[in-house]
């Protein structure tokens, strides 16, 4: 077995995980605390690889256009929350299902008239464009850094949540947010402050993406599909349930688009094993996905108290 490149398939499925869980962190908490479906969650994923491309030819530094793209994502996220999604809390699933899949179009459509229908590439300062030796593992700097900076926003998530009075009060609401409105807090801030903080964390996924997949239009549909997985398996509204969901999901999706060919071998023909490998391991995180709520309904960290 090649080591080297064992190792490289383990830590390009952690960087997919961590990239998971930006996304998935900020979906479980909207859809957790204010039980909204929010299908263009993707879309702020796309709006952030968007906005990241344009502020780094403008101001040179890839860093400094993480961070704007960062904080104008979340002023989007607060805008379209406070001007659409707030008009749909009491309306029931299938209408947020019908209006988000709506705002998906009209992200698509907006990206499309200021950007035009071309990608963008994310250009890389060279000391993150770079590759680093472990030995006779090299990896690439950057990946490094996506790992790093998703590992960081994890343990800032957690002390938000665990350690201060928002967190507190997301944590409340997700068990019981009529409690929580009751006890006098202004459920509609709170509301507004955990939408704009999923959108900027989606946001920073996709612009920590696009320097190696490029921006294109609708780039967050598809993975949004994966990042409901990762709210189910991990339990709705829990942000450890999402960490441990998108690292596992991460791990199985990329180890096994590598070496289930090698596994079926054992029992098949190489030629049949060749052929089934590449549609069995696109099926694998759904296949762990009704294993896991066949056994635990509920998600495997699910929030305390019951909402």
């Known amino acids: 077995m090649d080591w080297n490149l064992f190792f490289t398939q383990l830590m390009n499925g952690l ?3 961590l990239l998971l869980f930006l996304l998935a962190s900020g979906l479980t908490l909207v859809f957790g605390i204010m039980d909204f479906i929010n299908l263009a969650h993707g879309s702020f994923y796309m709006i952030g690889a968007y906005f990241c491309a344009t502020l780094t030819y403008v101001t040179g530094s890839f860093v400094l256009a993480a961070l704007i793209a960062v904080g104008g994502v979340f002023v989007v996220g607060v805008i379209v929350e406070a001007t659409i999604v707030k008009r749909l809390y009491r ?3 299938l209408d947020q299902v019908l209006v988000t899949f709506g705002l998906i179009l009209v992200f698509d459509t907006a990206v499309h008239m200021i950007w035009g229908p071309q990608g963008m590439a994310v250009p890389l300062p060279r000391y993150l464009d770079g ?3 472990f030995g006779t593992l090299v990896l690439p700097t950057y990946r490094l850094v996506i790992i790093a900076s998703g590992l960081l926003v994890a343990a800032g998530l957690y002390v938000l949540v665990m350690k201060t009075r928002l967190g507190m009060l997301i944590r409340a609401g997700a068990s019981n947010r009529v409690m929580v ?5 202004n459920i509609n801030r709170l509301f507004m402050v955990v939408f704009g903080l999923g959108a900027a964390l989606a946001g920073l996924s996709g612009l920590l993406i696009a320097p ?7 780039m967050g549909n598809d993975i949004i599909i994966v990042a409901f997985v990762v709210v189910i398996v991990g339990g709705i509204g829990s942000i450890k349930g999402a960490f441990f969901a998108a690292l596992l999901i991460g791990l199985i999706d990329t180890l096994g688009r590598s070496y289930l060919d090698v596994f079926l071998k054992i ?3 190489a030629q049949n094993a060749e052929t089934a490998a590449p549609a069995l391991s696109a099926m694998l995180i759904y296949i762990m996905m009704a294993v896991i709520l066949a056994v635990r309904p509920q998600g495997l960290f699910p929030p305390g108290g019951v909402r």
């Open 15 to 17: 960087q997919l995980g």
């Open 91 to 93: 309306s029931d699933h």
């Open 131 to 133: 590759q680093v030796e």
């Open 181 to 185: 409105s009751a006890l006098g807090v």
């Open 212 to 218: 190696i997949t490029e921006t294109s239009i609708g």
């Open 267 to 269: 029992f098949m023909s």
